[in-house]
């Protein structure tokens, strides 16, 4: 069964809906672990419930070294793919060419308009009518790699940026389980 890791840096809503479309058969595969640079990510104690391992990423070591055991990690969890679910580091050109292809993201705009840490809020004060969702490869740049998915969303008139967050939200848990569903049962292992 195809194998992935799932890296976080804070809440975990869309860490969430993977554990439950991976629960409930929607997405065929195994959530090996759950790596996190933040030990106060809310979604670590949400992988535990699950009965998921979670490991610490100790990027205070810097980032070579935090790297390598992720590197360890994969390798001794047989895992193929690498889902990215709000985690707020860059990998490093290296990494990223040692798992080619096979590192996915999921950004809360569509790309490439609006990349960087704050995707809805700079869609927001853009004043745009229509943002979105992209699920992308993930390459050496900041939101960039080739396109798999995406999703509108419509902003509405009297919304706020906490509506909007919301919407894309719930867009985010619809589309991110389906297009890995898609991509791991299309790609070779
Ligand atoms: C999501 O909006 C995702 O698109 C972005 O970071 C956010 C993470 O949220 N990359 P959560 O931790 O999954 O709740």
Redesign the pocket.
Known sequence: MTSFAVL?S??????AALLEAVSEGRLRARMAFVGSDNSEAA?LETARKSGIPTHLLDYGSGKEKAEQSLARLCRDGEVQWIVL??FMRILSPSFVASFRGRIV????SLLPSFPGPDGIGDAWRYGVKVTG?TVHLVDEGVDTGPILAQRAVEIHPGDTPELLRER??RA?RQLYWKTLSELFSSTPH
């Open positions: 976080i804070g809440r975990g809503t869309n860490l979604g679910a709000g993201n999921i950004h809360p969702v894309i939200q985010e």
